[in-house]
């Protein structure tokens, strides 16, 4: 799938008594710049509550196998905390970061001006809001719910096109 595009090269693990063909995994590619900003080439896509790449991949293209490109064309590098997390996956992570009291996932993380002013005041602002540590969070993973993705009569030209990046690195 996704390092059966990535060139091989020769590496050892005993200075050079033995040397091994192997898959170059550190590589790193991206798309360039021009095809990050092609509207044309993209839909939006809401992730839906537990969905994961390979998921939105095979609902959309038939096949698990794109997840791939979906992660890369959103710069997700780690797709633990960089994708949208579902709502018992969140309650994990804010009870692991903050604590697994009540007290402390419903804990005050930051004021803000008001419900409708997002401006991060100090506790002593007039009519501040109260933002509690999962709202923050939960926050957070929204931004993350909205992605970029091919559409399908484009996705073989940008595999391709990744074929040849990842080439040439």
């Known amino acids: 799938m996704y390092f059966e595009k990535f060139p091989l ?11 091994q063909v192997i898959t170059d995994i550190v590589r790193r590619a991206t798309f360039n710049d021009f095809i990050k900003n092609n509207f044309v080439l993209f839909d939006e896509y809401d992730i839906v509550d537990g969905e994961k790449p ?7 293209y038939g096949s698990v196998e794109y997840y791939w490109v979906i ?13 949208c997390l579902s709502s018992g ?3 994990e992570y804010v009870s692991t970061k903050y604590g697994s009291s009540e007290a402390n996932i419903f804990g005050t993380h930051h004021y803000e001006a008001s419900s409708t ?9 007039p009519g501040r809001v109260s933002i ?20 399908s009569e484009y996705l073989s030209a940008i595999v391709d096109e990744f074929r040849k990046i990842i080439k040439n690195g």
Do not use: A
């Open 89 to 91: 996956d969140l309650l």
């Open 117 to 125: 002013n997002p401006l991060i005041v100090d506790s002593t602002y």
């Open 71 to 83: 992660l890369l064309l959103n710069d997700i590098i780690d797709p633990r905390y960089d994708w």
């Open 54 to 60: 390979e998921i939105v991949s095979h609902n959309l």
């Open 9 to 19: 090269t020769t590496y050892s693990m005993d200075q050079g008594q033995s040397i």
């Open 132 to 151: 509690t540590n999962y709202e923050h969070e939960n926050s957070e993973n929204e931004k993350k719910r909205r992605i970029r993705v091919v559409k």
